[in-house]
């Protein structure tokens, strides 16, 4: 299976975000793309040649978490993104699980923007643990570290440099306030 770059151009002109961070960032996604799909042909390679057991393979098998996780994340991020934001349902399911988990929306996005200001690079993600019916907003550093087994992510904001360094300099507070106008609940909600 190969996997393809999707086309996130509609993006362009979304308010706070310069058309060319977005080309940038849609750039760097596409690497992720065309190396998780480099990285799956030289591992089936190595395995039809009987090589599992070799030092390449084992390096290989562990750059195969970053490389798709980069790239999956970013289709979550660029998805929960849309020109003119949505904000969410007051009413919707969603909504209710924020409120039941945080006390309220506003005690909810307190924290999500808060880890979002953490000192470092990674990204925030609000995810479901459907066994227990909870939300967590969480910090992962690394695209392949820190992900909660199990859960579901739902709302995902990048706080990698190349997210908004280029507009927003070392401002990540004004990155965070471009990202929640800009954010499309509809998508959101229906990850749950």
Same mark, same amino acid.
């Given at each position: 299976?190969?996997?393809?770059?999707?086309?996130?151009?509609?993006?362009?002109?979304?308010?706070?975000?310069?058309?060319?961070?977005?080309?940038?960032?849609?750039?760097?996604?596409?690497?992720?793309?065309?190396?998780?799909?480099?990285?799956?042909?030289?591992?089936?390679?190595?395995?039809?040649?009987?090589?599992?057991?070799?030092?390449?393979?084992?390096?290989?098998?562990?750059?195969?978490?970053?490389?798709?996780?980069?790239?999956?994340?970013?289709?979550?991020?660029?998805?929960?993104?849309?020109?003119?934001?949505?904000?969410?349902?007051? #009413?919707?399911? &969603?909504?209710?699980?924020?409120?039941?988990?945080? @006390?309220?929306?506003? =005690?909810?996005? !307190?924290? %999500?923007?808060? #880890?979002?200001? &953490?000192?470092?690079?990674?990204?925030?993600?609000? @995810?479901?643990?459907? =066994?227990?019916? !909870?939300? %967590?907003?969480?910090?992962?550093?690394?695209?392949?570290?820190?992900?909660?087994?199990?859960?579901?992510?739902?709302?995902?904001?990048?706080? %990698?440099?190349?997210?908004?360094?280029?507009?927003?300099?070392?401002?990540?507070?004004?990155?965070?306030?471009?990202?929640?106008?800009?954010?499309?609940?509809?998508?959101?909600?229906?990850?749950?």
């Amino acid at each position: 299976m190969t996997y393809t770059p999707q086309n996130f151009d509609h993006l362009l002109g979304t308010a706070g975000f310069s058309d060319q961070l977005l080309k940038n960032h849609f750039t760097l996604y596409q690497g992720y793309v065309t190396n998780t799909n480099k990285l799956l042909d030289s591992l089936t390679q190595l395995t039809t040649e009987g090589k599992t057991t070799t030092p390449e393979f084992a390096e290989l098998k562990r750059r195969f978490g970053w490389e798709f996780n980069g790239m999956r994340l970013h289709e979550l991020y660029f998805g929960n993104i849309i020109k003119t934001g949505k904000k969410i349902s007051s #009413t919707s399911p &969603l909504a209710k699980k924020i409120i039941a988990n945080f @006390c309220s929306y506003e =005690e909810w996005e !307190k924290d %999500f923007r808060a #880890t979002g200001a &953490l000192r470092g690079i990674g990204w925030v993600i609000l @995810c479901y643990d459907k =066994e227990a019916d !909870k939300l %967590f907003n969480i910090w992962v550093n690394e695209h392949d570290v820190g992900h909660l087994a199990g859960t579901t992510p739902l709302l995902i904001m990048d706080v %990698f440099e190349h997210a908004f360094m280029l507009d927003y300099g070392l401002k990540r507070a004004d990155y965070i306030n471009a990202f929640f106008n800009a954010l499309n609940w509809s998508v959101v909600e229906k990850r749950i």
